[in-house]
């Protein structure tokens, strides 16, 4: 049997005014998610801003945890969880992320799906996502259910909820560091 595949889950906020906002309707201390396929977070994905200055256009983006957006946030908290998953799984995972990026300026943020998910209809639309709705269909997609509930409607604090992922850091994104800072 070969070494166990993990792929990471992280909730930021990174207390710009959107998050803020966010925060105002969601009342959770996260209200932004990432995809990561390593415990390094080189390779960190989600629905979020092109330009780390401007909220809009938003859309598909590599997250750095030193560079763009939140190197712009430096105060910016997070809570990174660790999901095993099988070797089928990760490589599913893989090519899902590969296909996003091959069609990247294609994809616009789901600010319709956003308001749909607030009113509790989820707006699923083919290339728009917000970062919550994208990790779960990304999910999905690779077999993976962490919440019984439609994209469209997953929130950030769902994955904190899903009881499956395992807590691995939690404090200051710029502090973290896989072998000096992860949980037990």
């Excluded at 595949?5 to 992280?10: A, E, L, Q, S, W």
């Excluded at 070797?87 to 319709?112: P, T, V, W």
């Excluded at 994209?151 to 502090?175: M, N, Q």
């Amino acid at each position: 049997m070969g070494q166990p595949k993990y792929i990471y889950i992280m909730l930021s906020n990174t207390y710009s005014w959107t998050t803020r906002a966010i925060g105002l309707y969601t009342r959770a201390r996260y209200n932004h998610v990432s995809l990561a396929l390593d415990e390094h977070l080189l390779e960190m994905y989600s629905f979020g801003r092109r330009y780390p200055h401007w909220a809009l256009p938003g859309g598909f983006v590599q997250e750095m945890q030193k560079e763009g957006t939140f190197a712009l946030f430096r105060r910016t908290i997070c809570a990174i969880y660790r999901l095993e998953v099988t070797e089928s799984q990760y490589l599913a995972i893989r090519e899902i992320i590969a296909e996003f990026k091959k069609e990247q300026d294609s994809y616009r943020f789901n600010l319709l799906g956003f308001a749909g998910l607030a009113a509790g209809q989820p707006i699923e639309r083919r290339y728009a996502f917000f970062c919550s709705q994208f990790v779960a269909t990304v999910l999905a997609r690779a077999g993976i259910e962490l919440v019984d509930k439609p994209p469209g409607l997953v929130k950030p604090s769902d994955f904190a909820e899903s009881g499956r992922l395992t807590l691995i850091y939690e404090g200051k994104l710029a502090d973290y560091a896989p072998t000096a800072h992860t949980l037990n």
